[in-house]
T-cell receptor, first 115, second 113 residues
Framework: NAGVMQNPRHLVRRRGQEARLRCSPVKGHSHVYWYRQLPEEGLKFMVYLQKENIIDESGMPKERFSAEFPKEGPSILRIQQVVRGDSAAYFC?????????????FGSGTRLTVV | RKEVEQDPGPFNVPEGATVAFNCTYSNSASQSFFWYRQDCRKEPKLLMSVYSSGNEDGRFTAQLNRASQYISLLIRDSKLSDSATYLCVAPGEGSGNTGKLIFGQGTTLQVKP
């Protein structure tokens, strides 16, 4: 029973390029969360999605960042025109339900480096 | 006030010591809390859930004080392998229907031989 799968594990992009990060939740989990962790800092909530719906995007930067969770396929976090400040570890997590009683299962993360 | 606040440490303790971490939260409506463990450059992993006054799992005990809005994690008989960052987690403001969790900055523990 595979856990949360994220790919790629490492991603290097030049300033101005696009970054696409993929996340497949635990089988049977329909709730996906994206977090960002800057070097030496804590995890910051970015967005919460269910299939085909964005439920809470209060942590997403207003520009350049978007997320989707289509009916078929993985959730995608897309960063357009990356800048050096986007360099961070991006973690995806999934849960089976909406209640805060459910903890998350995290993927191994994607480490984005912008050069 | 931050939604979840922890002392970042580091806590440097010898093997066998007992160590306690505290965490405060701002959302008084929160019902459930979590402690996660994160090793360097790895993903967070769920250590314990705390739903009522507390929870115990082997050497680890989590306690919840709703009146003062703080959670603690006690580790007894520390092992070298306990060295990690411990993340305190609480539901976000208004997260009743979303399950959105807020992570503290983490408390770093270094257990030395």
């Amino acid at each position: 029973n595979a856990g949360v799968m994220q790919n790629p594990r490492h991603l290097v992009r030049r300033r101005g390029q696009e970054a696409r990060l993929r996340c497949s939740p635990v089988k049977g989990h329909s709730h996906v969360y994206w977090y960002r962790q800057l070097p030496e800092e804590g995890l910051k909530f970015m967005v919460y999605l269910q299939k085909e719906n964005i439920i809470d995007e209060s942590g997403m930067p207003k520009e350049r960042f978007s997320a989707e969770f289509p009916k078929e396929g993985p959730s995608i976090l897309r960063i357009q025109q990356v800048v050096r400040g986007d360099s961070a570890a991006y973690f995806c997590a999934s849960s089976p339900g909406t209640s805060p009683n459910y903890g998350y299962t995290f993927g191994s993360g994607t480490r984005l480096t912008v050069v | 006030r931050k939604e979840v606040e922890q002392d970042p440490g580091p806590f440097n303790v010898p093997e066998g010591a007992t160590v306690a971490f505290n965490c405060t939260y701002s959302n008084s409506a929160s019902q459930s809390f979590f402690w996660y463990r994160q090793d360097c450059r790895k993903e967070p992993k769920l250590l314990m859930s705390v739903y009522s006054s507390g929870n115990e799992d082997g050497r680890f005990t989590a306690q919840l004080n709703r009146a003062s809005q703080y959670i603690s994690l006690l580790i007894r008989d520390s092992k070298l392998s306990d060295s990690a960052t411990y993340l305190c987690v609480a539901p976000g403001e208004g997260s009743g229907n979303t399950g959105k969790l807020i992570f503290g900055q983490g408390t770093t523990l270094q257990v030395k031989p």
